[in-house]
């Protein structure tokens, strides 16, 4: 089953920055592993693994804004 990495309690963010994946696409992940770096107008957030599996990316990192709710990626426990 492929589970959605996003950003846990988006609250008033509409907008972010992937500024950098810590791991690459096909890498084995653990739940609770920081997988991603995002950044607000006011902060940088590392964005855990929400399972254990393997890492699909969704949204590269960009200087592009991405909604605060998009799924960045998913970890695949199939895979």
Do not use: R
Not at 4 to 24: A, N, S
Not at 67 to 79: E, F, I, K, R, S
């Amino acid at each position: 089953m492929k589970t959605p990495i996003v950003l846990q309690g988006v609250g008033l963010v509409e907008q972010i920055t992937v500024t950098e994946w810590l791991f690459e696409a096909g890498e084995k992940v653990k739940a609770g592993d920081t997988v991603v770096n995002i950044e607000t107008e006011k902060a940088t957030v590392g964005v855990t693994a929400p399972a254990d599996g393997v890492l699909e990316i969704a949204v590269e990192e960009s200087p592009e804004l991405v909604p605060a709710d998009a799924v960045l990626g998913y970890v695949d426990d199939q895979a």
